[in-house]
């Protein structure tokens, strides 16, 4: 008896220090693909002719919403249209929204909403500009932006002209990529930025590197000219006034891919960061007053470590290592790795790519989207990336490859990511051009799925099915005096363990995609939070004892 | 070239083995050595044959024996100073010669070796071996004309010898280029200049660049011929092909060649090339420079083109892995070293070039393990380091790249990119010090701001914040006037309607 015990015991130590020893092992972040079962059957359509024009590999976008205000969230699709027609000719060029119906399954029901768009799109942004509590999209394309008003009845209006938004009817027609709902004045109105591209024209394509040599490849935005950003401020009554000129946005060309907003240096104010493709991205420090000023030099993120500018695609503007302050990643091309910038305060960030082990992994990968989420809930931000190469034929003349899976790299809590990717289940042995992405809990479980887009094949729905019993807390926040969507609001969560973490409020993540606002903390064994929110008006708000695993609206004091 | 040394070393140890037939250890000593040789055991034959010399004194055959040993071991140093004794006992051993021209080269003397190799040649003028390596390093002392000759005797010598017809294509694409020199020194903004620039970059596929300059020739002389073919050749290729059509047009409606007022015209339609090359020795006109140099690039075109109608060789694959490279076309001369190689896979010389190639087409994941078994055989090479160096950086592997680089900076290569590579790795294995030692010995070469760029993180890193402000502020500078530059470039390149 006594010796059994002692096996017994000795057992337990031993499988404790197994565990102990193995916690990589634990929580290993899992997905699958469900799009099948689930009924989303999108398909990313960019219109290919062989003709290599520059707009083909850019799309597309999608965004997580709760569209119909039921609490579970649903999926909307951009697409891409015919080319160089820029014309939705059919319903396989639609945008598409699925309405999720709460079982594991979605509905088509972009017919109904009326969102199934016009034009080239390209990236979508969702916000509720009007605050009637029922989330809007603004969906950015190829010289046709539209804003679709949620009627709060299933349905939307094409509210772009009401709303001077229209940029068809202007000599710029521009190419936009990507845009974001964020409140930059602070007055409970969602502004809007766009993220504009370069000038292109269609019947004016160039051919790169030469139909001679047997084959076409997409050509360098090197040989386009930029464009500058946009932004809308919003009038509160429908309408919105451009004032990039006049807020120095204006003054700055690019070429824009995607933008994120975060608080970088704690001053109380949304600052914008802007991805640039082949050129110094920029950092628009809020100055007050309506004023920004480009301060992604002094700051150390416009360039990688080498002091040159990449191919820089998606990013993501949060506090991967739980320092209270908003960390950078940005995704870019193959052999140009992913730049990771550590925010180390005062308004400086420190290139990060190599010691977080990000360099290494993404080394052969060409990125989009990206986001940091926890995806396994043990309290700390992991990271994923979408890939792809932009041709769409790179095994022609190289030794990449085209067709590329995502990438999933956990947070080792030490400052490092761990490449995990052969470990994440079936979900990530899909390959494929794959481009948008957007972050939420599709099934309510607790634990952020993923929904990627794919070129010219079905998007990918990646329910996480990590194995873990970690807790977390999903809030859902309401601003009275602030926007009611509470974007740019800064959680601070600390779990009983004293860990603390921070995020904030906003859709805008990725690459040219909109995720859910609603914001989600792993929360490990803790089975209590307490929360501290930073409104957008100032107004601070405390909350103590908070339950862990549930969805937690909270409004505005 | 194995089977030829080893030719020279049979015969040299057959006629060692006669002479000490009558000393029994002396001969057993030389049978070893013989065997080695043969069994590629290069040290121990080094070892035995150096025993041998010292045992027999004043034997020219046998110091030739241990040259050659030394040669199949890779130390050409020694093997010279061998090879300098044998040429000095028996000043017609056309052997010593050659392999004193060929060691000179490998330890990069190349004057040396030229000389070397006029004896070999000179002694054994149907010495195919001696021939090609002679043109070879002419060319690499600027010889070209020289060179042509060497090349055009082992031609009528060996018409199927391919180091013949690549040699003889290398050659005149060099007197292409020497006339092109000339031409441009002394009418620079002539149509002749901006003519040939266009069909160079043509050649490379670079369209833009192309246009611009058969543009520019055309402002100067719009009759000149060839032109506006040239451009119905960019536009078809650019997917223009109603502008292509204008443009042939155009070249239809030029009037003929005037045989009597334009001579050189004239031989170059009916292809007289070497009429033309003759015509224009010594001349000095920017014409007569203009149309030599079209006549060595067509004359080189030829060469090529009957290496091409031979079977595949070395020479065909690396002749079109070099175009390839210049092209930009990495991925096709990866293959074509590939194809090479097939034809000499022990060539440690294709090997690198292999290497080089899957650097330059990014694919470090191949370049890696053929680096490491090169830096196997040749540890001590500062071009392989480096090569190593920067693709283990490129892999995202700075603390492996480490030592490599710091190998390739002792071995004095390219120091201004060793330096700049293991600025990169210092700061990212986070040693700003080092870093900023490193980057401010290459500061001075930076042109578009990234190594200022580089040396702010650095300083900033170390909490010189001035500093830091002030590389910022020349980062700024030079990558605007980078960015001027591009713009500016960019504009002109422009493809437009006719």
């Known amino acids: ?64 919403l709760d569209y119909n205000n039921d609490g579970w969230p649903d999926l909307y699709f951009v697409n891409g249209a015919t080319v160089p027609g820029l014309e939705k ?39 509720d500009y009007n605050n009637d509590g029922s989330p809007d999209i603004f969906v950015a394309g190829v010289g046709v932006n539209t804003l679709y008003r949620n009627r709060g009845d299933g349905s939307f209006e094409d509210a772009t002209a009401k709303a001077h938004l229209s940029n068809a009817n202007s000599s710029r027609r521009l190419w936009s990529v990507a845009a974001g709902w964020f409140d930059y004045d602070a007055d409970g109105k969602l502004d809007l930025f766009v993220v504009n591209y370069l000038t292109w024209n269609p019947e004016n394509e160039r051919v790169c590197p030469n139909a001679t040599a047997g084959y076409r490849i997409y050509c360098d935005p090197r040989y386009y000219e930029g464009l500058v950003n946009s932004l809308y401020h919003n009038n509160g009554d429908g309408t919105f006034t451009d004032v990039s000129a ?23 104010k949304l600052d914008i960061f802007v991805t640039n493709d082949t050129m110094p991205n920029f950092l628009f420090h809020n100055e007050g007053g309506g004023r920004f000023r480009e301060t992604a030099l002094e700051a150390g993120v416009a360039l990688n470590d080498n002091g040159q500018p990449v191919s820089s695609m998606g990013v993501d503007f949060r506090d991967y290592n739980n320092d209270g302050r908003d960390d950078l990643i940005i995704t870019a091309l193959a052999g140009e790795s992913f730049p990771v910038f550590r925010n180390l305060g005062s308004g400086i960030f420190k290139g990060a790519t190599f010691e977080t082990g990000v360099a290494r992994a993404v080394s052969s990968s060409s990125g989009w989207s990206t986001g940091f989420f926890d995806f396994n809930n043990d309290g700390y931000k992991d990271l994923f990336t979408a890939n792809g190469d932009v041709q769409d034929n790179v095994e022609v003349y190289s030794s990449r490859r085209s ?30 051009l794959h481009r948008g992405a957007a972050f939420g809990d599709l099934d309510r479980d607790g634990k952020i799925d993923i929904v990627v887009t794919r070129l010219n094949e079905p998007a990918e729905i990646l329910r996480n099915i990590t194995g873990t019993n970690n807790n977390w807390l999903t809030l859902l926040l309401e601003g009275r005096k602030s926007n009611r969507d509470g974007i740019g609001a800064r959680v601070e969560v600390a779990d009983a363990s004293g860990l603390k973490q921070w995020n904030h409020v906003t859709t805008a993540a990725g690459y040219a995609s909109s995720s859910d606002r609603a914001l989600h903390f792993g929360l490990g064994r803790s089975t209590v939070a307490r929360v501290a929110i930073l409104w957008p008006s100032g107004q601070r708000q405390k909350l103590e004892n908070v339950h862990a695993d549930q969805v937690l609206k909270v409004r505005e004091p | 070239m194995i089977r030829l040394l080893l030719g020279f070393s049979l015969t040299s140890c057959l006629c060692a083995v006669v002479v000490f037939a009558q000393d029994q250890t002396l001969a057993q000593k030389s049978q070893r050595a013989r065997e080695a040789m043969e069994q590629g055991r290069f040290s121990e034959a080094v070892q035995l044959y150096s025993q041998l010399v010292r045992e027999v004194p004043g034997e020219p055959r046998m110091i030739m024996n241990l040259a050659l040993a030394l040669h199949s071991a890779g130390d050409y140093e020694r093997a010279t100073r061998q090879l300098r004794t044998v040429t000095q006992m028996d000043p017609r051993s056309g052997a010593a010669w050659f392999f004193l021209g060929l060691d000179s080269l490998k330890l990069g003397r190349t004057s040396a070796a030229v000389d070397a190799l006029v004896k070999a040649v000179d002694l054994d003028p149907v010495n195919k071996m001696a021939l090609a390596e002679l043109g070879g390093a002419l060319l690499l002392v600027d010889r070209a004309k020289e060179a042509a000759e060497y090349f055009q005797r082992l031609a009528a010598l060996d018409a199927s010898d391919p180091k013949a017809w690549q040699g003889l294509g290398l050659s005149y694409a060099a007197l292409s280029q020497n006339a092109f020199a000339v031409l441009d020194k002394i009418a620079a903004e002539s149509a002749y200049v901006f003519e040939l620039l266009g069909h160079s970059r043509l050649n490379e596929r670079k369209y833009r660049s192309a246009f611009y300059f058969f543009r520019r020739a055309l402002e100067r002389n ?26 042939r047009e155009r070249e239809r409606r030029l009037q003929p060649v005037d045989c009597a007022a334009e001579p050189l015209a004239c031989a170059f339609e009916q292809r007289q090339f070497d009429k033309i090359v003759n015509q224009t020795r010594g001349a000095a006109t920017a014409e007569a420079l203009y149309w030599q140099a079209r006549a060595y690039t067509e004359l080189s075109a030829e060469a090529f083109g009957r290496l091409a109608m031979l079977p595949p060789s070395v020479e065909i694959h690396e002749l079109l892995a070099k175009a390839y490279r210049i092209q930009n076309l990495h991925d096709r001369s990866v293959a074509e070293w590939q194809e090479a190689l097939k034809f000499a896979p022990a060539d440690t010389r294709l090997q690198k070039e292999l290497a080089t190639s899957y650097f330059l087409n990014q694919d470090y994941a191949s370049a890696h393990p053929l680096l490491e078994r090169l830096l196997h055989l040749e540890s001590r090479s500062g071009e392989l380091n480096l090569l190593m160096g920067e693709t283990l950086l490129s892999m995202q592997r700075p ?78 500078r030079l990558a605007a006037s980078a960015a001027e530059r591009h713009a500016k470039l960019n504009e002109e390149y422009q493809i437009t309607a006719p």
């Not at chain 2, 603390?399 to 210092?426: I, M, N, T």
Request: hydrophobic share 40%; charged share 20%.
């Open chain 1, 246 to 268: 006049q807020s120095g946005i204006g003054a700055h060309k690019g070429k824009g891919m995607s933008a994120t907003f975060a608080d970088y240096d704690g001053d109380g």
């Open chain 2, 222 to 247: 719009s009759q000149l011929r060839g032109v506006h073919s040239a451009l119905a050749e960019i536009y078809q290729a650019t997917d223009h092909p109603a502008w292509a059509e204008l443009e």
């Open chain 1, 403 to 432: 067709r590329q899976p995502n990438l999933m790299l956990m947070n080792r809590k030490n400052g490092t990511f761990q490449d995990c990717t052969a470990q994440a289940g079936a979900g990530f042995k899909q390959l494929g």
């Open chain 2, 399 to 476: 603390s492996d790249a480490l030592k490599h680089l710091e190998a390739a900076e002792r071995l004095s290569v390219d120091q201004s990119r060793a330096h700049a590579a293991l600025g990169r790795v210092y700061m990212a294995l986070d040693l700003p010090d080092k870093a900023i030692a490193q980057l401010k010995q290459v500061a001075a070469n930076d042109r578009d701001g990234t190594l200022h760029y580089q040396l702010a993180k650095a300083y900033s890193a170390t909490g010189k914040t001035a500093l830091a402000a002030e590389e910022l502020k020349l980062y700024q």
């Open chain 1, 89 to 127: 000719i059919d319903e396989t060029y639609s945008n598409r929204l699925y309405r999720n119906n709460a079982d594991g399954t979605f509905s088509d029901v972009t017919r109904q909403a009326g969102v199934g768009g016009t034009g080239y799109s390209m990236g979508v942004a969702v916000g």
């Open chain 1, 1 to 64: 008896m006594l010796r059994n015990g002692l096996l017994g015991t000795a057992l337990l130590i031993l499988s404790s220090s197994v565990l102990l020893r193995a916690p990589d092992l634990i929580g290993q972040p899992t997905f699958e693909d469900i799009a099948e079962r689930a009924g989303a059957h999108f398909v990313l359509r960019n219109g290919a002719t062989g003709k290599k024009h520059l707009i083909e590999p850019m799309t597309g976008g999608v965004a997580i």
